[in-house]
């Protein structure tokens, strides 16, 4: 986890396809109720509740109270460790890929 005492991982945040696809909706808009996002999925007001709760906890979604209803909004910076992680490896396997390039480069000579 970041220093910035997030209750969940955020990769474990984004492990489920469920999850990703909100985090999706919510980057496509400003600002969602609940009661707007609830008909995207086949589930209840209460499952997609409580996956917008793991996505809070991980620091991905803002909510915010207005009259009756909650708004969620996404915080897309802590998805920068996913993609420090991801760009390590894209790194690594980059340099392996130009190694073997290399190496049956000189096989063929």
């Known amino acids: 986890m970041s220093d910035n ?4 991982d955020v ?3 984004i492990a489920d396809s ?10 496509e808009t400003e600002e969602l109720p ?9 589930m209840g007001r209460t499952a997609v509740s ?7 906890e991980a620091g991905l979604v803002y909510d915010r109270k207005v009259g009756r209803e909650t708004r969620y909004r996404l915080n ?20 392996n ?6 190496l049956l480069e000189e096989e063929e000579e």
Do not use: C
Not at 97 to 102: D, E, I, V
């Open 11 to 13: 990769f474990d945040a």
């Open 5 to 8: 005492n997030q209750l969940r």
């Open 18 to 27: 469920t999850r990703r696809r909100l985090i999706r909706l919510l980057a």
């Open 97 to 102: 890929m130009l190694r073997l390039n290399q």
């Open 34 to 42: 609940l009661h707007e996002l609830t008909p995207q999925f086949e």
């Open 50 to 56: 409580k996956h917008l709760t793991i996505l809070k």
């Open 76 to 95: 897309a910076s802590p998805l920068s460790e996913v993609q420090d992680w991801v760009g390590f490896y894209n790194k690594f396997w980059s340099t």
